[in-house]
């Protein structure tokens, strides 16, 4: 990816405006019951709502949040900031935001790769503010857009098979038409 942190801010800052206005294909999916990697448990996709909901939590409001605070810091440098992020990011085999692409979440994923990849152009605490302000602010929107009625349980969240989406795609012309 290691593309100019700037193209990459303005990436982000383009999804961000974009899912302001509409979920994203990825939220759209999981909301169906559409996992591509096939996650989930005995049939049901609760368990990728709940995931999604505290991870998509934890990197923004128990991560980011913190980073950018500690970016106002006057006690930590840009390379501590560097490497507390990519502490943060999570390292070895456990990278939170790898997780959230597992469950359906890719662009997070592709982001923090993209994020990582660039970390060594910030000069700055501007520069790092620039960039991770709007992965944040991505972040928190990505998930206001998980559904998540704990009263339902487990059979509200059954994952569709392909037959039943067949047959939920015959359906389309009337619910278009205000039928539903």
């Not at 303005?10 to 294909?25: Q, S």
């Not at 900031?81 to 597992?102: C, N, Q, Y």
């Not at 994923?109 to 660039?118: E, Q």
Request: hydrophobic share 40%; with cysteine; charged share 30%.
């Amino acid at each position: 990816m290691a593309k100019d942190w700037k193209e990459l801010k303005a990436e982000i800052e383009k999804e961000l405006a974009r899912i302001r206005i509409e979920a994203p294909e990825e939220v759209q999916l999981v909301r169906l019951g559409i996992i591509k990697s096939g996650q989930g448990n005995y049939g049901s996709y609760w368990g990728i709502l709940w995931y999604l909901m505290e991870y998509t939590c934890y990197l923004g409001e128990h991560t980011l949040y913190h980073l950018l605070q500690l970016a106002d810091e006057e006690t930590i440098d840009i390379d501590a900031l560097r490497t507390i992020t990519r502490v943060s990011f999570g390292v070895g085999d456990w990278k939170p935001a790898h997780f959230m692409e597992a469950l359906g979440f890719e662009t997070i994923n592709k982001f923090a790769a993209g994020i990582l990849d660039v970390l060594d152009q910030l000069k700055t605490k501007e520069d790092y503010k620039e960039l991770m302000t709007p992965y944040w602010l991505y972040s928190y929107d990505m998930r206001r857009y998980i559904p998540f009625p704990y009263n339902l349980g487990l059979c509200a969240y059954r994952k569709r098979t392909p037959e039943e989406i067949r047959a939920m795609i015959k359906w389309l012309p009337e619910l278009e038409k205000g039928g539903g």
